[in-house]
């Protein structure tokens, strides 16, 4: 009996000491001097577990914040807002919002509750025609960018009013006498050198078709002496050229007030004769 009980004894640390041989076989050395080093080896994966999950967490931090600043800027427009103090408070100018912002017809006209887009500092922009003001100016700003905000229901009533008010101009006045377009315009220009147009075709956009409807000859066929309309842009047709390109002359188009000259696909104008 106490023959057999030493037997299982020995037996048994034998079995304990190739188990504690095979486990110490299995680690790295750098595994070995951390169980003599610390505690226990679970602390040590339990504090490198805390160490990864802090450092995963701030990388998604950054993550988010970059994707914040990525995010274009708006502003919700307040009672008694105007396009130049929108501009102040977000150290741009006026302009850039404009430009920004292609659902503001016009920089004197905003709505309470409207939501701009904040143009970011390097943000290239491309430039819109500024809508022709109703007095005449030889500068481009104007009073432009200063009138307040004033509730949606205020600014359709009186949009309604003008746009009557503005019908029944064009129904009654088409005098060609003088050039009632704004000074330094695209549209200035082309009265300059087609002073038999009419005064009432609006702003570049809607040349063609206003002069359409008042019943003078409209075409895509260029001719020498014709006004081109490309979008909210009029040109004078200098010259047609054999090679299906037309030369014009033109205002507004590399500058406010500046006078220049290109040569364009013929087929990028629809025109008025």
Known sequence: MRMTAAIA????CAGVFVTQSATADALSPAELSTMEDSPTLLEDLAEKHERDKEEIEKELQKEKEKREESKPKKYKVKEGDTLI?????????????FYA?????HPDELSVDE??????????????????????????????GNSRAASATTRRNESASRSTSSTS??????????????????????????????????????WVSRAASQGLPTGSTPRAGAVG???????????VNGNGTVTVSE????????????????????YIY
């Open 229 to 239: 309309q490309s979008g909210n842009h009029v040109v004078y047709v200098e010259s």
């Open 115 to 144: 939501e701009l887009t904040v143009p970011d500092e390097n943000e290239e922009l491309e430039e819109r025609e500024l809508p022709e003001l109703n007095t005449q100016s030889s500068a481009p700003e104007g009073t432009s």
């Open 251 to 270: 205002m507004n188009w590399n500058g406010w007030n500046v006078k220049s000259s290109r040569t364009a696909p013929a087929s990028s104008f629809r």
């Open 9 to 12: 004894a020995i037996v048994l």
């Open 169 to 206: 101009r064009s129904r009654t006045t088409s005098s060609s006498a003088g050039n009632r377009y704004v000074r330094g315009y695209c549209t200035w220009y082309v009265k300059n050198r087609r002073p038999d147009l009419p005064n009432n075709l609006g702003n570049a956009i809607s």
């Open 85 to 97: 103090s929108i501009a102040k408070e977000h150290d741009t100018t006026w302009k850039r919002l």
């Open 101 to 105: 912002n292609e659902e503001v017809e």
